[in-house]
């Protein structure tokens, strides 16, 4: 396995500011789940060390040099914009879908392009070809983008710990354009759940316009991946540490001292996404609903302390502690308090005892990427006892289905199901218990990262056409002893843009003048190759000078004379007529274009995910219902074109070679149909693809802008 550069914002340790203090392990999703990468041997983790404003002593640094860990400086003050502001104010609260918490500024963006970029620089110092790249996390998503421009053919992985939300909240965000931007800069960008894939997908079709398939998007001519690949925990370890003497032990002794029947357990950091409130809410319900209840069970909440700088962190704190208090002087006696806040984390032997004794353990976040909480208790429950409750908006309801799955904002239904946790037949209890055990065991974090890498690794290193200039392809043709360039060129997307409306593409004057003056000085050997009906380029270029490909190859006109180059039975469009026209009318801003040997469906106009959608069925449909006509079903640029077997913009072109003198050849194109033509062109041809897309082309422009400017340089 190649070596693995894992960025993320924090790095696993927690560094003393006493540099006399030695380094301490740091608890956490992320930091557990990567560990096992880390300790393969085979990375280097950068991260900034937790220290605002503090110049680490060299001996630190050594010691972290020698733990493989590299790190980034972050000033207090750019903390205060890229970790609490736009990271911890922004993204977090927009991510979990609590739009509500948003602040009304939001500045810090600059500061969060500043530290991205200070990410993107410290890993393009370290990088080694043949290095996987793996970047963690929403503090860090313009890092992919960044690093690709400077190492094009780096192969980076990005992965989301929290949910992607839809794309309808997503839209709020302010930058996110530039955001989908930089995540699109990765060979392979990981979610928790297939949901939050689809989301990420959604985006990229309603805010970039993009047309990406189930697991991938092609983006400025490389193909980014992107899925599920939902994150676990150590589970051997879990279960070691819980068979251990020390944790035995200390279950014992909490069992003796408690002198209700049942716990029910909560562990989160104090996050106002994990739902504390309203699961008190649920406990005082259940007291208020079934008082046998009272001194027989007690909630007990380990709230972690967590981003204590921020106000509404603060504020919430006060919010839940007041719950706590309302609680229990409504539902506890002198000597015993039913809920039982503890503000602080717990060590790993404490942790682990706490899931084993506990009856019930409360996982009801309102919005969670996964939550390793819930699997951690899973992992624990070596007895095979207990129940889990786990709220549907987490991550892991996707794969924990036996756990008991409740909506965190149902107060009411929440507190039944604590009545029926508790009530739980034994053989129910074990049946679920043991279920949920076999699955986590089988995707563990091992299997998490290893997945994630792999298939990092395994995505296949397509030809990389990169965009370049006119300028770097004519610095080439300067090496070419050339006197009689041929030109062909399509139309749309290559010499005009790609317009909402077919017939809007008209040629502007400059293009106009353009085309006649290389026409006249490169007589005959300047074609425009396009899939248009001859009525519109006849339109669009009466003068007879231009030559032109119509309708893929169907129709030539040279010298102001059009002729046909085969003949072919077309009758077959009478029979496909009616479909196009049912589909058309069930996707609004649709529209069919007939020609002499093609018919086609636009969607352009529609709807930007209804329409892709619709041209997989109807490209579907046509593939079961006319698969004994001699047609050919294309795929165009937010098209679906039908037309005539044997006829190409390849074919026709030869014709062309063959028939007139040349010494170069320039074809441009934008879409499949112009692969048809690269292919058949000798390998000396330049070849240039304008836009995004898989080719063959060995150059490729940005836009008919440059495509032009390219094309001046002949005149
Ligand atoms: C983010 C996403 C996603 C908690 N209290 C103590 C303690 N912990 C440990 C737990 C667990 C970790 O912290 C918390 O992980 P979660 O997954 O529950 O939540 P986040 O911190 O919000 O993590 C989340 C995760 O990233 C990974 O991708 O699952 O959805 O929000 O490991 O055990 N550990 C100790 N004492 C405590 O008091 N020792």
Redesign the pocket.
Known sequence: MSRVIIVSNRLPVVIPADAAKPLLGS????G??MKSVHEDGNSLWIGWSGLADVDLPEERQEALARMRYSTVQISSEEIRDYYDGISNSLIWPLFHYLIQQLPYDGQGWQTYRNINQRFADATVAQYQPGDLIWIH?YHLTLVPGMIREVIPDAQIGF?L???FPSSEVFRAFPWREEMLQGLLGADLVGF?TFDYSRHFASSLVRILGAEPEVDRVVHEGRTVHFGAFP?S?DVTDFETRAASPAVQEMVQKMRNQQTERFLGLG???L?Y??GIPRRLLAVERFFDKYPEFRGQFRFLQ?A?P?RETSAAYADFRSFVNELVGRINSKHGALNAAPVHLLY?????I??SALYLAADLMM?T?LR?????????FVASRIDGLGMLMLSEF???AAELGEAVLVNPYDIESVADRIRDCLHMEDVERRGRMSLLARRIKQTDNKFWSKSFLSRLESISQERRVPFCSPESIQVQLTRTDFKQPMFLLDYDGTLVGIRDRPAMAVPDSELVDLIHQLSEKHANRLWIVSGRHRADLDAWFPNAIVNMIAEHGLWIRHQGTWSKTVEVDASWTEKLRPILASFAERTPGSQIEEKSASIAWHYRMADPELGPAQAKELRLHLLESFSNLPVQILNGKMCVEIRVQGVNKGITARQIMDRFPHDLLIAAGDDQTDEDLFKTLPPNALTIKIGNGMTTANFRLRSPAQMRTLLRTFV
């Open positions: 608890a956490g999703g992320l557990t789940s996390d992965f710990h929290i949910p928790h994150i925990i562990v989160d950091r996050d996404t994990k380990i972690v967590t602080r984390s717990v060590d790993a404490e942790l996982v976040p969670d990427g996964m939550n390793l909480v819930a699997k951690e987490a991550g892991a």
